[in-house]
C-alpha cells in the first residue's frame, strides 16, 4: 500500500522497516487517551483522521505503547493512484518517537477487509528496498507472531540468498518463517518486474 508520511515522528525511508500486528484503537479518533491500550503494546495501531491534530494522535498511540499508527483517510478526493501527496505536519515539539502514517481511503478499506479476514495479519511498515533486510534481522520477532507449523523447534539453513545474486550466507531462518519468507521474496521479484515492464514501456 502506498502511503503519506508524517514530518514528525521516526522516518522509515532508507532504513529497516517494522513487522507487527495490528489493532484498532478506541477510541477511534485517536484524540484522548486509547482504550485497552495493552492490546496497543507492540503493534501498530490504527486511527482515523479528524477531531485533533495528527501528532496528538501519534502520542495518544505511542503512550499505549503502539510502535507505529496508521492513519485512516476520510478524504474521498485524495487517491494514491491519482499521485495524491499529503504531508502530516507536527507542532513544533520532537517529542514522538514513533512513525506515523496516512493511509487513504481505498487502500484502507483494503487493510481492514483483510484485517477481519485475518485478525492476526502481520504488516511491514518502511521502505519496499530494506523489505527482506528487515525479515532477516527480525526473524527472532517475528517467530514470536507465528504460530509454529510443528511442535519442534528444529531450524533449517536457508543457504546462500539466490534472489540477490550474493556469496553471503543467510540467517538460520525458523520453519514458521519460512512461508513468510517465500511470500516476501516474490512479493519483491512482482515489484522488480513490475517496475521492469514500466520502464520497458
Same mark, same amino acid.
Given at each position: 500500500?502506498?502511503?503519506?508520511?508524517?514530518?514528525?515522528?521516526?522516518?522509515?525511508?532508507?532504513?529497516?522497516?517494522?513487522?507487527?500486528?495490528? $489493532?484498532?484503537?478506541?477510541?477511534?479518533?485517536?484524540?484522548?487517551?486509547?482504550?485497552?491500550?495493552? $492490546?496497543?503494546?507492540?503493534?501498530?495501531?490504527?486511527?482515523?483522521?479528524?477531531?485533533?491534530?495528527?501528532?496528538?494522535?501519534?502520542?495518544?498511540?505511542?503512550?499505549?505503547?503502539?510502535?507505529?499508527?496508521?492513519?485512516?483517510?476520510?478524504?474521498?478526493?485524495?487517491?494514491?493512484?491519482?499521485?495524491?501527496?499529503?504531508?502530516?505536519?507536527?507542532?513544533?515539539?520532537?517529542?514522538?518517537?514513533?512513525?506515523?502514517?496516512?493511509?487513504?481511503?481505498?487502500?484502507?478499506?483494503?487493510?481492514?477487509?483483510?484485517?477481519?479476514?485475518?485478525?492476526?495479519?502481520?504488516?511491514? *511498515?518502511?521502505?519496499?528496498?530494506?523489505?527482506?533486510?528487515?525479515?532477516?534481522?527480525? *526473524?527472532? $520477532?517475528?517467530?514470536?507472531?507465528?504460530?509454529?507449523?510443528?511442535?519442534?523447534?528444529?531450524?533449517?539453513?536457508?543457504?546462500?540468498?539466490?534472489?540477490?545474486?550474493?556469496?553471503?550466507?543467510?540467517?538460520?531462518?525458523?520453519?514458521?518463517?519460512?512461508?513468510?519468507?517465500?511470500?516476501?521474496?516474490?512479493?519483491?521479484?512482482?515489484?522488480?518486474?513490475?517496475?521492469?515492464?514500466?520502464?520497458?514501456?
Amino acid at each position: 500500500f502506498i502511503v503519506s508520511t508524517a514530518q514528525f515522528g521516526k522516518q522509515l525511508h532508507k532504513t529497516q522497516g517494522i513487522f507487527a500486528q495490528l $489493532y484498532v484503537a478506541q477510541p477511534f479518533s485517536g484524540c484522548s487517551e486509547l482504550l485497552s491500550s495493552h $492490546y496497543l503494546s507492540f503493534r501498530i495501531g490504527i486511527v482515523g483522521r479528524g477531531d485533533c491534530m495528527f501528532v496528538e494522535k501519534a502520542r495518544h498511540l505511542e503512550n499505549a505503547q503502539a510502535i507505529a499508527g496508521i492513519v485512516i483517510d476520510n478524504n474521498l478526493s485524495l487517491k494514491s493512484s491519482t499521485g495524491a501527496i499529503f504531508s502530516m505536519s507536527g507542532d513544533g515539539n520532537n517529542n514522538v518517537n514513533i512513525p506515523l502514517v496516512l493511509m487513504f481511503k481505498d487502500e484502507a478499506f483494503q487493510l481492514i477487509n483483510l484485517l477481519l479476514k485475518q485478525p492476526k495479519l502481520i504488516l511491514y *511498515m518502511g521502505d519496499e528496498s530494506y523489505l527482506m533486510d528487515s525479515f532477516y534481522q527480525q *526473524m527472532d $520477532y517475528l517467530s514470536t507472531l507465528i504460530e509454529p507449523f510443528y511442535q519442534t523447534t528444529d531450524k533449517w539453513i536457508y543457504g546462500q540468498w539466490e534472489f540477490l545474486k550474493t556469496n553471503t550466507q543467510c540467517s538460520v531462518v525458523p520453519k514458521n518463517l519460512k512461508e513468510l519468507e517465500l511470500t516476501i521474496k516474490q512479493q519483491i521479484e512482482n515489484s522488480i518486474e513490475t517496475g521492469e515492464q514500466e520502464e520497458f514501456e
